[in-house]
Structures are given as structure tokens and as C-alpha cells.
Nanobody, 125 residues
Framework: QVQLVESGGGSVQAGGSLTLSCAAS????????MGWFRQAPGKEREGVAA????????YYADSVKGRFTISQDSTKTTLYLQMNSLKPDDTAMYYC??????????????????WGQGTQVTVSS
């Protein structure tokens, strides 16, 4: 079973930056679609960004376009989320997830099977 472990969360002032990492126990050919999600207290979980391994395919929520960048390392076992120009509304628990969705179906609406435990991001004004 794929294990995902997030890190890099923390507290930052508005306008600041953070980079989240997600280490996978191994690169699983069957789950090349990976994504970042977040959930703020009292709100539903929302998709933030998704990526299909080995391609230039990237998907972003409108709320983070131009500010966040999703990427993977060359071994495809570490997923990153570079977050710039952070806003208080970005405060949430951030989770990485993996899906067996194919290339064309890999977006924020894909069925993500594996989930990490999350890392907290807090942005103060």
C-alpha cells in the first residue's frame, strides 16, 4: 500500500511563501495521478492542484492559479507544492493524495485512493 507523508507546513504572514512536500513510500505505476487538497475548519475539502507523473499536465483551483505550483522530483516519489503570495484564506490542513486515474482523467475531480495525514498551514494577516 502506498504511504504518503506530508511536511513543510507552518505559520507564515500574508504575502509569504511555503513549500510543502509529500514523500511516497514508493513510486507506484498504478497511481501516477497525484494531487494536493486542503480543508479549513468548518469547510469542505477542496482540490488545490493535480499533476500526472511524467507529463506537463497540471491542474489548479482558480483560487490558487498564479500563486501555487505543483511539481514532482525525477524519481516521482516526492510531490511538492510551492505556495507564494499566501493569503489568510489559504489557512487549512493540506493533504497529498494519489489516484489511478489516467492522463486525461487526472484532475481535481479524479478518484484519489491514497491520502496522507496532512500538514497544517496557517497564514496570518
Amino acid at each position: 500500500q502506498v504511504q504518503l507523508v506530508e511536511s513543510g507546513g507552518g505559520s507564515v504572514q500574508a504575502g509569504g511563501s511555503l513549500t510543502l512536500s509529500c514523500a511516497a513510500s514508493e513510486y507506484i505505476v498504478s497511481t501516477p495521478c497525484m494531487g494536493w487538497f486542503r480543508q479549513a475548519p468548518g469547510k469542505e475539502r477542496e482540490g488545490v492542484a493535480a499533476i500526472y507523473a511524467g507529463t506537463i499536465s497540471r491542474y489548479y483551483a482558480d483560487s490558487v492559479k498564479g500563486r501555487f505550483t505543483i511539481s514532482q522530483d525525477s524519481t516521482k516519489t516526492t510531490l511538492y507544492l510551492q505556495m507564494n503570495s499566501l493569503k489568510p484564506d489559504d489557512t487549512a490542513m493540506y493533504y497529498c493524495a494519489a489516484s489511478d486515474a489516467g492522463w486525461l482523467a487526472c484532475d481535481l475531480k479524479a478518484d484519489f485512493t491514497y491520502w496522507g495525514q496532512g500538514t497544517q498551514v496557517t497564514v496570518s494577516s
